[in-house]
Structures are given as C-alpha cells and as structure tokens.
C-alpha cells in the first residue's frame, strides 16, 4: 500500500513598513536613527503613545512578544523595546533580516523577501516644482486627453488633497505628485472623475514612464467635497514593473502549489503567478479574508499577505498612537491564525522596509526587518541575523519543499 506523503503550508505575512532598527547603510538614505518598533515602543512607555479611547500605556504585543519579537529588535539595535516580554523560551523562531536591494520601497522589499533581490537602480524625481520632465506631463495630458494636472511636486498623500482636491472637482485635472521612492501617484475623485477612467490613466502613465525606471505608478481615488474634506477610499491599485523572475510565487507555480495573495501583492509582483488574488478594505478585514484562506488553503499551499495600513495610514501619517494601536490589533488576532494551523504549517511574519513614525518627513526609512516563525511544529529557535530578506524566501521555499528561490 503507498500512503501518500502530506506537503506542508507555507504562510508568509508581510507588516507593511514594520522595520525595527536603522540598517548599517541607512545614513546613504538620510534614516540614521531610524527604528520604527524601537521608538513606538519607546514612545508608548513615555506615554506618548497613548490616545484617548484608542490605547494607553507600554506597547502590548503578547503573541509575537511570546516569539521573540523584542529579542529581536535587541539583536538588531542592541536596545530591547520597552514594554515588551523577554521569553526565557521564545515559543517560535526570531531573527531580523538585512536588506541587499538598492532601496527602501515596497516591491524591492517583497521582491527580496520572495528571494529575487532588485538589482536594477530606480529613477527618481527631482524634488522640484514641477518635479515631472515636461515633455513626460505633455504626453500624458496629450494621450489620456485631459485639460492638464495638479499638484506635480514631492507631496504627502494627503496634505495634496486638502491642497488640490477642490480644484481636481472643478477643473477635472487629475492629481500627480511622487516622493522620495520610485513611484508616480494619480489621485482623482472615484465619483466625479471616474474610477475606471484613473485607472486607464494610471495604465497611459505606467507605458509613459517606463523609459525612466520609475518602479511604481499608483491610483490614488478618493471621495468627499470641499466641505466635509476628502478622504480615499480602499481601491488603490498599483502598477508595477514586473520583479526579477525566479521569484517564490514563480516557483510555487511551477510546482503546481496553489496560491493566494491577499491584500497589495498582485499589485506588488505585476500579478505574476500571484494566483488567486483576495482583497479587503483595511487591516481588520483583510485578516478576515486570510483566515477564510487559511482554512481551505489546500496541502502544500502558499500564501502571501500584505497588511498595507501600518504604512500607509499610520507609518507616513507619523502617527505613532495610531501604529501602536494597530500593531495591538493584529497581535490580538494572531491567536485566531494559530487555532486555523494544520500540522506541519509554518507562518513567518516580517516586514518590506521601515517608516518610523516618530522619524522627520514623511517616507519609508531604511531599516532591518523582524523575522518571527511559528506553527504547530516549529521549536524555539535563535534565527539570528540574515544578511538578505531572501533568507525569508529561502525558509519558506525548504519548508515546501521548493528548490530554493536564489538571492542568497
């Protein structure tokens, strides 16, 4: 009789800018001293963390605490997070990661992480105004056939719409603005101009700025008026250039593995080989939605989630309560996830870059990221350092049973 050998789960889950400690080149960036655990925790043992009806007190992560979530940020800065518990015995793995890629952006960290660091150099805009090369701005108006834009300068996501948003209504001129990263934002109200029409605009602008490198082209829609303010809404999309090939996602494919993405990674990896792709509006239903897949993600499955609102609701906002709150709120659900584990699973849990809430600006911050693992089977284990975030990959690619992703 041939007793057919089960395959293991993989589930690889990304906090979105949830670096802690600055790496040794953050200087080369203008992030030395960043550390975006360190000093929320810090912060929240001043109090400076607390808001009311919100939270209040020393940061209060006790699951990925319990994994050894403070040992290692220790490992990485040398200082351990105030407020966190120091486990004799981590009940998983801990580590941190070190990142090769030239850059602190979202697809140069996952790309890194599913093993194929970026080796390209980014084209950046100047921070000027404009910031866009005119000829590139005259193509643009010209090919999508619009009266023109606003704003086309360095700008925080949300400052543009108090800025700008009013007249995008009046005139129909669509919002473009970039910053530190290799990346062009479209911002446009999803009722007056037309989710849809961003979205075909966003493709016109991605075939444009090919020639300059430019990583990301992201739709930015928002709603509201000039009275009650403008907020945006849940359906960003990102168009990004297609990652390094030998990806993780490539070769769980290859193997026939199924796979789901949930949150901003078919985005991230141009939607190749992402498989079955599930979103959700926010941290706290996208949780939901992992679950549902965790417990029918079939034998030998892989799954690759992003939780994007530390970074963009809280991490650029530099709005450290916010972070603290939010960081609590997916430890609190952590234990959900570990009731949903088969035999044999392994869920690692680490992050893309940094963006340091208590840091100057408004950008990513080039830090190491935590590196945590747990499951049914998996023992207390000293990860250490990994000088690439491919190390992640290559965990994750042994546990399945996949040749090894590179990168290494």
Known sequence: MVIAMVQRRAFLIV????????????????????????????????????????????????????????????????????????????RGGWGYAVEKSIGKDTPSGHWELAGAPNTRRWGYFPNTVPAFPPALTAAFVREAKLPGILGDRHASGTQILDDFGAEHVRTGKPICYTSVDSVLQIAAHEETFGLERLYECCRIMRRLVDPLGIGRVIARPFVGNSETGFVRTAHRKDYSVSPPPGTLLDRAAEAGRSIVSVGKIGDIFAHRNTGREVKAAGNGALFDAMLDEVRTLPEGGFLFANFVDFDTEFGHRRDIPGYAAALEAFDARLPELDAALRPGDLVVLTADHGNDPSFRGTDHTREHVPVLTFGPDVPPAKIGRCETFAAVGALVSRHLGLPDPGGL
Do not use: K
């Open 15 to 90: 906090l979105d800018s949830f670096g802690c400690g600055a790496a040794e080149d953050a200087a080369a960036f203008g992030d030395e001293g960043a550390d975006t655990l360190g000093h929320i925790a810090e912060a929240c043992a001043r109090g400076d963390g607390d808001r009311a009806g919100q939270r209040a007190g020393p940061l209060n992560l006790p699951f990925m605490g319990a994994l050894g979530l403070g040992l290692a940020g220790e490992a990485s800065t040398g200082r351990f997070p105030p407020g966190l518990p120091r486990p004799a015995v981590t």
